[in-house]
């Protein structure tokens, strides 16, 4: 069982930045963010390998940064130049094995969540 634990979410205004962190109880091979916004459906916004490799969604990409302190197997995920449609309740999630980077922001695959922080971004 992985427990995992997120924080970091707030309020900000649009083009501020906010980093999530996502405590986890143990080690895990593959760590992922989702995100669910108000009426709409749970999507993958960006994914880490134990190796250090990553996959984001296209709207992540060039905003977000997804990182892992092995150390201490935590999750961050830093978010710059946020927009309104940013906002919604963030997830951490992980799952024990490795799966192929194509599946690694589908949400059925991971076993474990996060209780997810809100992000809320106004004009």
């Known amino acids: 069982q992985v427990h995992l634990a997120e924080s970091g979410g707030g309020s900000v205004q649009v083009g501020g930045s906010l980093r999530l962190s996502c405590a986890a109880s143990?080690?895990?091979?593959?760590m992922a963010w989702f995100r669910r916004a108000p009426g709409k459906e749970r999507e993958g916004v960006a994914a880490?390998?134990?190796?250090?490799?990553?996959t984001y969604a296209n709207f992540a990409k060039g905003r977000f940064t997804i990182s892992k302190e092995n150390g201490k197997a935590t999750l961050y995920l830093q978010m710059n130049s946020l927009k309104p449609e940013d906002t919604a309740m963030y997830y951490c999630a992980a799952l024990m094995s490795w799966v192929q980077p194509e599946y690694r922001l589908e949400a059925a695959w991971y076993a474990y969540w996060g209780q997810g922080t809100q992000v809320t971004v106004s004009s």
């Open positions: 143990s080690y895990t091979y593959t």
């Open positions: 880490i390998v134990i190796d250090g490799s990553t």
